[in-house]
């Protein structure tokens, strides 16, 4: 909760890693006295901080507060996963490999798979811990589906695959043996 406002210019918050590089600094962040929060970026992961707070106004800086101890988490995996397709009756099964994080990354919480339409960046969003999802196939041009993993510590990097529409869904064989079935039917009826 912010001070009297009349008698406080702003805030400074000031960071630093508690096991850290000699040549490490501290970081310094400099917040309105309107604000009574900020964020601390450039923090790396699973590290401690110590974090300290101290008033400013025209007469200097006054006394810091005295410093809590703050853990960051793990980072997420760097691996992404590796994604195939399989279509079904109308629909495009989609499977991977589960991501399997190395000793300093967090552990993967679930997937987060994207469906969107090409040249989008918005469309469908769904949360599974399974290795697979079932999207439906539509009629109207490319899609994209974007899988990543995502633990505590955020998502990892995404895999993308393609999932085309309609006719272009169906494998070349198969258009091929559809087409030279629909023309002998034709002919027949001829």
């Known amino acids: 909760m912010p001070l009297n406002q009349s008698t406080i210019d702003g805030y400074q918050v000031r960071f630093w890693r508690t096991h850290r590089d000699p040549d490490e600094r501290e970081h310094k ?4 006295n309107k604000e009574n929060h900020t964020r601390l970026d450039g923090l790396q992961p699973d590290s401690h901080y110590f974090i300290e707070i101290r008033g400013f106004n ?9 410093p809590i101890q703050v853990h960051t988490k793990k980072s997420p995996p760097k691996q ?4 195939s397709k ?13 991501v399997k994080p190395q000793e300093d990354e967090a552990p993967v919480n679930e997937y987060r798979v994207l ?3 090409q040249g989008h960046s918005t469309g469908s969003l769904f949360t599974t811990s399974k290795l697979y999802i079932d999207l439906p196939v539509y ?3 490319k899609y994209v589906v974007e899988v990543r993993a995502h633990s505590e510590g955020g998502d990892g990097p995404v895999a993308q695959i393609e999932v085309l529409s ?8 198969l258009r091929r043996c559809l087409l030279l079935l629909l023309t002998t039917l034709l002919c027949l009826n001829l």
């Open 80 to 83: 992404a996963p590796k994604v």
């Open 115 to 117: 469906y969107r339409k």
């Open 58 to 66: 025209s007469a200097g800086h006054g006394p810091p507060s005295d």
């Open 139 to 141: 009629n109207d041009g």
């Open 29 to 32: 962040v400099v917040v309105s």
């Open 86 to 98: 399989k279509f079904i009756r109308g629909y495009v099964n989609i499977t991977w490999e589960g």
């Open 166 to 173: 309609g006719s272009a869904a169906v494998p070349q064989p």
